[in-house]
């Protein structure tokens, strides 16, 4: 729902955003067809990655052949068949998928409002180290851990922390009241979507309320931290890069 007299919560800085769902605006994208797609994050933005949101019609498809793009996606709601290389399986809400660069791939038979989260990135090879493996999982198969030993902020880690990987998404979810236990300054780049609840995300010297569909981004070295708040627990899917060397 739009806000009255030209306002919105979305901000753009330099090295961060906050992208509101009040302001999406529908693209095409070439390899998408049968669906609302917004490009969330990319590099026009300033980063190094693209965060996408698509919702499908039924009978709409993604199609994309293998080159040096990465892709991992995450389905929000609904339900659709994805295909990677050889290995195709169903996914309802809560399944999420990785398909390496050289690696084509596919989403076929949409219900109807499917949305689906795709973080895309240019692969970096990592020298002795072996390509990435397709993945097909569900985030009820991944068990959250508690976050530097706070029970009240768990963590699903949905890709394998190994070198070949020089990519991340898992899923953080907070208890009301939990927090980041300090404000992060590092290396890695972050796109994010709030999946549940509500909270303030502190980025840089900004403090946002955040909700459910908000999407944000923080370059390398944006000062990060976030609290959950209200009476029902918070969560939101988000990407990094990670395994990389520092030059």
Known sequence: MSLPYGQTRTRVAARHALIAPDGHVKSSVPGITGAATVIVINGAMGARFAQLLVTFEAGGRADFSGGEIETAGYIESGGVTVKIGAEKAKCGAGGFF???????????????????????????????SVAPSPIIGDVRDVKGQPFLGDPDARLQVLLPDVPEFDLAMNIFTYQPGATLPFVETHVMEHGLLMLEGQGVYRLEDAWYPVAAGDAIWMAPYCPQWFVAMGKAPASYLYYKDVNRAAL
């Open 98 to 128: 990785f398909a390496p660069a050289e690696s084509g791939w596919s989403i076929t038979a949409p219900k109807a409002g499917t949305r689906i989260t795709l973080f895309q990135k240019k692969f970096q090879p990592l020298a002795g």
